[in-house]
């Protein structure tokens, strides 16, 4: 699977957009790029993903590059409950009897008030 | 609430002593995966099974053991606890409707071993 960089942590003013960088170079064609998050203590939590094209969903916007070699996660409107460590995982799908997803240290988003 | 249950959500006890986790996965999922995450780290993979047989191993000590039933529900087994085994235990479970829906994981809340 694609290896993944994000920045180690970020601020957000509350309200405002979080914008989360995630870069996957050497992702391949038929991988897919997951987001995550984990709010502290808490399960970590599916937010969505895509293959090429953009995607959104009731929790967050989800921008990929054309050359698929990078990907942002768009909150539109950050609260304080936005606070977590967000994860970007790449990640080739197959059928049923996935071998696991390998979190790394993904990014700590704090939003401040 | 995520559909996946854990129990128990905390769990006090000595060195050398033994438990065991239990983990009732999504309706309908097939898949269920330990993870392990001590104070401050990343989230450490630790088994999957996959309607009832291992599918994929990860860091997991040879004191710890798991496995998952007819019904699904899985239990992790950790044994000859040591203070280093202190952490937050995640079970989070798949099934998906579709290639891409096959990486949705739904964890549960975890179970928190405090080993004195």
């Known amino acids: 699977d694609a290896k993944t960089t994000q920045p180690p942590s970020m601020d957000c003013a509350e309200g405002r957009a979080a914008n989360l960088p995630c870069n996957h170079s050497?992702?391949?064609?038929?991988?897919?790029v997951y987001w995550y998050r984990q709010i502290h203590s808490q399960g970590p939590q599916y937010i969505i993903h895509g293959l090429k094209n953009n995607e959104t969903n009731e929790m967050a916007s989800l921008i990929i590059t054309e050359d698929r070699k990078s990907s942002t996660l768009i909150l539109p409107h950050a609260t304080l409950r936005d606070t977590a460590v967000y994860y970007c995982?790449?990640?080739?799908?197959?059928?049923?009897?996935?071998?696991?997803?390998?979190f790394g240290k993904g990014t700590r988003l704090s939003v401040i008030a | 609430d995520s559909g996946v249950t854990q129990t128990p959500k905390h769990l006090i006890t000595a060195t050398g002593q033994r438990v065991t986790l239990r983990c009732s996965p999504r309706s309908g999922d097939l898949s269920v995966y330990w993870y392990q995450q001590s104070l401050d780290q990343g989230l450490q993979f630790l088994i999957q099974y996959y309607n009832g047989e291992e599918r994929a191993k990860g860091n997991i000590l040879e004191r710890f053991s798991a496995q998952q039933f007819p019904d699904l529900h899985s239990e992790l087994n950790l044994s000859s606890l040591e203070l280093g085994d202190s952490a937050l235990y995640f079970c989070?479970?798949?099934?998906?409707?579709?290639?891409?829906?096959?990486?949705?994981?739904?964890f549960g809340a975890g179970s928190r071993l405090t080993v004195l």
């Open positions: 989070a479970s798949s099934g998906g409707s579709g290639q891409a829906g096959a990486n949705v994981l739904t």
């Open positions: 050497t992702i391949s064609g038929n991988e897919y």
């Open positions: 995982i790449v990640r080739i799908s197959r059928n049923s009897g996935n071998t696991p997803l390998v």
